[in-house]
Nanobody, 116 residues
Framework: QVQLVESGGGLVQPGGSLRLSCVIS????????VNWYRQAPPKEREMVAA????????NYADSVKGRFAISRDNAKNTVYLQMNSLKPEDTAVYYC?????????WGEGALVTVSS
């Protein structure tokens, strides 16, 4: 059974940092490409960062470039999202996402609140 489990969310002041983790399990090979999305109602869910299975390809949304960094530790089946210089508009539920064999998998999400 495929599972994506996020952790690391919380409340942080503007300008602060948080690191989200996504632990991946249940695939034949857990070294899969992973995306981080976020959603702040009533906005649509948007992709903020993506990393290939070997970390050779990394992409960011323009809104987070230079502030967020995605990385992975394949030995731990974990993908990270380091978020720096956080702004109130970064407040959202952050989701780990994998597309594999024409299927889409989501984690439960981690709430990040940026507020003073």
């Amino acid at each position: 059974q495929v599972q994506l489990v996020e952790s690391g969310g919380g409340l942080v002041q503007p300008g602060g940092s948080l690191r989200l983790s996504c632990v991946i399990s249940g695939f034949t090979n857990n070294n899969v490409a992973v995306n981080w999305y976020r959603q702040a109602p009533p906005k649509e869910r948007e992709m903020v960062a993506a990393i290939s299975s070997t970390a050779s390809i990394i992409n960011y949304a323009d809104s987070v470039k230079g502030r967020f960094a995605i990385s992975r530790d394949n030995a731990k089946n974990t993908v990270y999202l380091q978020m720096n210089s956080l702004k109130p508009e970064d407040t959202a539920v952050y989701y780990c996402n994998v597309r594999y064999d024409d299927m889409t998998f989501w984690g439960e999400g981690a709430l990040v609140t940026v507020s003073s």
